[in-house]
């Protein structure tokens, strides 16, 4: 695939004068070129929907999800996968990443390591993938060398495969056993797709992590049962959720939360349920985290 002919590359008639355009004029076009960005996300929804029930099942397994990618895509997988334990109360190696260049490369430019087959292969190699596991390739072009070797990898030793891509008929897609192509066209910057086809990956990572969580119980309706009441403002929203799930006052709460050592989850087993602490953490383990089986358990 000729890097030129790719949709991602090609120059946006739109933006030609970007340098001659005003400061608000600037936000202006960038935000008509971003609302493509969604409609290009909702063609994918079917496929989309598929990676979702993977990831949930390869979760539901003990297995892994795994985000791989470089630049700008790596830096986003990695974004979504250290959101995943404060949002979900997960532990730290069920939603991994892998980017080209390790490490330094979250915070500094590394292109020519995209560029290794081998090293792509290696570097996934290291989290010795297998059948529980679910390996999320992301690359704009759909071309990246490192990216591919690493899915193809995954797949050898029998993890799924989802590729998240901005173009379509790429490498990547065949390769993959799930293809999300979300062709959100020429970027304002030419090139630059840490735009449009950033916030498309974004929004696509949120959309595998939120849902899979979701159907795994670690969110209740749509509150977030198990974050971690590290500071002050966490403290307050886990009294929040206690009050408006248990329907009881902030003295109560709070002296649950307390007694279930600051844990949101086995607080609202305890008062929903009407069970102790030790029994509201058996049943949250038989439940394997689902509040809502918990409770009704």
């Not at 990216?147 to 490498?171: D, P």
């Not at 058996?282 to 009704?296: M, P, T, V």
Request: with cysteine.
């Amino acid at each position: 695939m000729v890097l030129g002919d790719l949709n991602t590359e090609r120059q946006n008639r739109a933006s030609s004068d970007l340098d001659k355009l005003s400061a608000l004029e600037i936000a202006t076009l960038m935000n008509r070129e971003d609302a493509k960005v969604l409609r290009a996300v909702r063609k994918a929804l079917p496929e989309i929907g598929k990676a979702i029930n993977v990831v949930h099942d390869c979760l539901a397994k003990g297995g892994r999800l795994i985000y791989v990618g470089s630049g700008t895509s790596g830096r986003l997988g990695a974004l979504d996968a250290s959101e995943c334990p404060p949002t979900f109360g997960t532990d730290p190696t069920m939603v991994q990443y892998v980017i080209a260049g390790g490490e330094r490369a979250l915070a500094n430019a590394t292109e020519a390591s995209e560029d290794s087959s081998k090293l792509g292969q290696s570097d996934m190699a290291v989290r010795k993938p297998g059948k529980k596991d679910v390996v999320v390739g992301l690359a704009a072009s759909g071309r990246t060398p490192y990216t591919i070797a690493a899915l193809k990898y995954a797949a050898k030793k029998g993890a799924a495969t989802v590729a998240i891509i901005c173009n379509t008929g790429s490498e990547m897609a065949r390769v993959a056993q799930i293809a999300i192509e979300a062709e959100v066209g020429p970027e304002v910057l030419t090139g630059s797709t840490r735009l449009k086809a950033g916030t498309a990956q974004k929004l696509i990572c949120n959309m595998l992590t939120t849902g899979a969580m979701a159907r795994l119980g670690y969110v209740y309706g749509n509150l977030m049962v198990n974050l971690h009441l590290k500071n002050e403002k966490l403290v307050e929203r886990g009294i929040s959720i206690v009050q408006r799930v248990a329907k009881v006052n902030r003295t109560v709460a709070l002296a649950t939360l307390e007694a279930a050592d600051m844990k949101v989850s086995v607080a609202l087993v305890m008062l929903c349920a009407k069970v102790s602490k030790p029994e509201a953490v058996r049943r949250l383990k038989r439940a394997q985290g689902s509040i809502r089986k918990a409770i009704e358990a």
